[in-house]
């Protein structure tokens, strides 16, 4: 009896939260307006898409995104939530777990939401509070969004139910309250942001049908304010902390982004990756979309990429794992022991169809067999025209020339593979509605441990030369926005939204910083801005030994150099600019 009593009990969870309309908001302070969710669908708003570029044009590059993951417990049952944007069920709800398992009208009530705030608005309280400000609350005037972000500060979720630690916040004395009356605010990231709290616990898993994995994912989209930097304006930010909340430990567990890329009518589109950026992309798949309809971008049409800007830990194993062992990875070959974070690992793109090999995934195997690197019949992706037909087994598919030494078919930088370049244009394929899933792994994951991992939405558009010469604007914003972050994990950045006097204006300015063409056979040319009247540029090898060094003088402002690289052997190289305070770092390929 008990047993049908629970059974019934998490039918009417499942009916109830299957069926209500999931909360949401929109970041819109820069160049994008994106809608982010409450359980954790980014881009859409239950019924349409909502990642509009430029903001206000009517005019959408992906239909939705979200996080996939999935892993094997030590009886070997699989545990995997992939949900889309509920095209055929839910595998994650929104709120944190509730352990005691009373979810419910009341609980929806405080956790099916979203909670929206800007930095002008959490400075502006703070000035008040503090004395800076003369006479009433700013934010008590009577303005509708105002009003909206006092509700937000007042009711931050900085502690869950049971009294734990959720939303980040500044606790101004110290005695791990959240009390905004006392001067307490909102720890967020950008100019502006929202939070949002989802798990995969709550009910039964029915886009995938497989087991629940027991985790509970903290998440913060945010952008930046930022017009004078293309990269950042042109740019969506999310972070999130991946708690394994189960009693299980999960192995060859994976992390997936996947994303619905439509740029503007989405039957015409071609996907690919970059290995070395850690990134892929969706891109227009003629030269010009559509036919002159509101939602199509005509000539020149956009590319949208998303980048891995950080991932999980890597399970330890007692090592510094070398450097050039894996293409996109952090702390790899740095001399400390177990600190390595995982890159992108496996890149693939299935059709919104039922094709029972390469077709829309309909099974919790069918979503692992994606994220680790098969089909659904479980064969593995091959190095050929659309990834099934071929001899060579590869992780990455589409990856143009950016694999050059063979990362994907299992060459690593003193072991290269050289293979022929390979995307959609080279295998002749036909414009398509595609989807994108990219992943991190594989890895174990503990009971009670926390993953956090980085994501960037990376728009950009040529004004000339077609489809294709939007790929080269983004690939050129997804260096800048590495730096950036590797530069500062964009937690110490106080943003452009409201006149600040530090944080991003500056390193903007000083870390702006491309190099093209990347891969290079025989040169490469560095474009740079910078406030500082003289850096230093030097290339070192994978053994930290610098092959090329040139001072510079005279340089704020714009520069471009160029540097003969015919004599340097084939492999990975860093170069790094030095303004006198600090180190950039970028990763070039010389075939």
Not at 46 to 57: A, W
Not at 243 to 260: E, H, P, Q, R, Y
Request: proline share 4%.
């Amino acid at each position: 009896m008990k047993k049908k009593l629970l059974f019934i009990i998490a039918v009417i969870n499942f009916v109830s939260t299957n069926a209500q309309t999931i909360a949401g908001s929109n970041l819109d302070i820069n160049n994008i307006k994106a809608a982010i969710n409450a359980d954790g669908g980014l881009f859409w708003d239950n019924v349409n898409s909502v990642f509009e570029v430029p903001n206000g044009s009517g005019k959408s590059t992906i239909y939705a995104s979200g996080l996939w993951m999935g892993g094997y417990d030590q009886g070997g049952q699989l545990h995997l939530a992939g949900q889309t944007y509920r095209q055929t069920g839910v595998d994650f709800f929104s709120g944190p777990i509730d352990t005691t398992g009373t979810y419910g009208a009341s609980y929806d009530s405080t956790w099916n939401r979203v909670w929206k705030i800007s930095k002008c608005a959490i400075d502006a309280y703070q000035n008040w509070m503090t004395g800076g400000s003369i006479g009433s609350n700013p934010l008590l005037s009577g303005n509708s969004a105002d009003t909206s972000a006092m509700e937000v500060i007042t009711h931050w979720p900085a502690f869950n139910m049971f009294g734990q630690p959720l939303a980040p916040f500044v606790d101004v004395d110290f005695n791990g309250i959240y009390d905004p009356s006392s001067g307490d605010i909102p720890l967020i990231k950008g100019d502006q942001a929202i939070f949002f709290v989802y798990n995969d616990s709550r009910g039964i898993h029915t886009e995938t049908g497989a087991l629940p994995l027991g985790v509970e994912i903290q998440g913060m989209a945010y952008a930046y304010n930022c017009s004078n930097d293309s990269a950042l304006y042109n740019t969506i930010f999310t972070n999130y902390k991946i708690i394994n909340k189960s009693a299980i430990i999960l192995d060859s567990v994976f992390i997936g982004n996947w994303t619905d890329s439509d740029i503007g009518l989405v039957q015409d589109d071609y996907i690919g990756c970059d290995v070395i950026r850690g990134a892929y992309y969706g891109y227009n798949g003629t030269a010009i979309d559509g036919s002159g309809q509101s939602e199509a971008y005509g000539a020149n049409p956009p590319a949208q990429a998303v980048l891995f800007l950080k991932g999980p830990w890597a399970t330890p194993n007692g090592i510094d794992d070398p450097l050039g062992s894996v293409p996109n990875g952090i702390n790899y070959g740095d001399g400390i022991t177990d600190n390595e974070r995982l890159g992108m690992s496996k890149f693939m793109c299935f059709n919104n169809n039922t094709n029972p090999v390469n077709g829309n995934p309909t099974t919790g195997d069918d979503a692992y067999q994606y994220l680790s690197g098969a089909w659904r019949n479980g064969t593995h992706w091959t190095y050929d025209g659309d990834g099934t037909t071929g001899s060579q087994i590869c992780d990455f598919m589409y990856p143009g020339t950016s694999d050059s030494l063979g990362f994907g078919i299992g060459g690593d930088l003193y072991n290269p593979i050289y293979m022929p370049a390979w995307d959609e244009l080279t295998a002749n394929h036909t414009p398509g509605d595609r989807r994108g899933l990219g992943s991190y792994g594989p890895f174990t994951f503990m009971p009670g441990t926390t993953q956090e991992i980085d994501f960037a939405y990376v728009y950009g558009r040529a004004t000339t030369g077609g489809n294709l010469a939007s790929i080269d604007i983004i690939k050129n914003r997804i260096d800048s926005i590495q730096q950036k972050f590797d530069f500062t994990q964009f937690n110490l950045i106080s943003g452009c939204g409201c006149n600040s006097t530090t944080g991003i204006n500056d390193l903007a300015i000083n870390n702006a910083f491309t190099i093209y063409p990347n891969p290079a056979s025989d040169k490469i040319t560095i474009e740079f801005e910078t406030a500082t009247s003289a850096i230093t540029i030097e290339i070192k090898n994978v053994l930290g030994q610098t092959v090329y060094s040139e001072a510079l003088k005279n340089t704020i402002g714009k520069q471009s150099i160029s540097i003969d690289l015919s004599m340097l052997s084939k492999g990975i190289y860093f170069v790094q600019k030095y303004d006198g305070k600090s180190v950039i770092n970028n990763k070039i390929i010389k075939q």
